[in-house]
């Protein structure tokens, strides 16, 4: 079903807007949230409120493009979900490893999810990743956005790890220059 004719159904308030919208997108929601939680329940649990958020936020608005209005909506809740377990339990986990990597680009008295809603600086990455390669602007999101693992990221791309730490280290270094250049920094 296209996605125009799902947003129909949530504008409509038919349940079957949520069994279609699990049936287009279900594995990528769930991918987002696991690559955050490591946790299939919490995951699931994750997606699950991702479509309470759609069904009550559609109508009024209406999405774009609803693979990334979806994808937005699990990856905040899945974030928000991590906050509160790591608030529990202090431990250090891949999602906070990835989240800190960025934090060095990101202009310091903010986190990366409050920088990250600013528009100035929405705007300034998009721009940033536009003028890079398909291949570097692939990779960049899987570990930024979806939070791939770099393991992950080198089996997908046939590169080896050390490739893609090397190639992600330098992306962050040339996004900071590139903020600093846009004056955001």
């Known amino acids: 079903m296209k996605d125009i004719d799902i947003i129909k159904l949530y504008f409509a308030r038919s349940e079957k807007a949520i069994d279609e919208t699990d049936k287009k997108y279900g594995a990528y929601c769930i991918c987002i949230a696991k690559n955050i939680l490591f946790n299939n329940q919490d ?5 699950n409120d991702t ?24 990856r905040g809740l899945a974030i928000n979900r991590y906050k509160l377990y790591s608030a529990e339990k202090r431990g250090g986990s891949s999602a906070e490893l990835v989240l800190s990597e960025l934090e060095g680009c990101i202009p310091s008295g903010m986190s990366v999810e409050d920088t990250l809603d600013e528009k100035l600086l929405i705007k300034a990455v998009e721009d940033f990743l536009r003028r890079q390669s398909t291949e570097k602007r692939n990779i960049f999101l899987r570990r930024y ?5 770099v393991s992950d990221i080198a089996r997908d791309f046939s590169m080896s790890e050390s ?20 004056e955001i920094i």
């Not at 995951?43 to 997606?47: F, L, N, Q, T, Y």
């Not at 936020?57 to 209406?62: H, N």
């Not at 774009?64 to 979806?70: D, F, P």
């Not at 996004?175 to 250049?181: K, N, P, V």
């Open 43 to 47: 995951s699931e649990e994750c997606v």
């Open 51 to 74: 479509y309470l958020r759609a069904w009550n936020s559609i109508p009024p608005k209406e999405p774009h493009n609803l693979r990334t209005y979806l994808g937005k909506i699990t």
């Open 145 to 149: 956005w979806y939070c791939s693992s």
């Open 163 to 182: 490739k893609v730490t090397s190639l992600l280290y330098r992306q962050r270094h040339k996004l900071r220059e590139h903020l600093e250049r846009e």
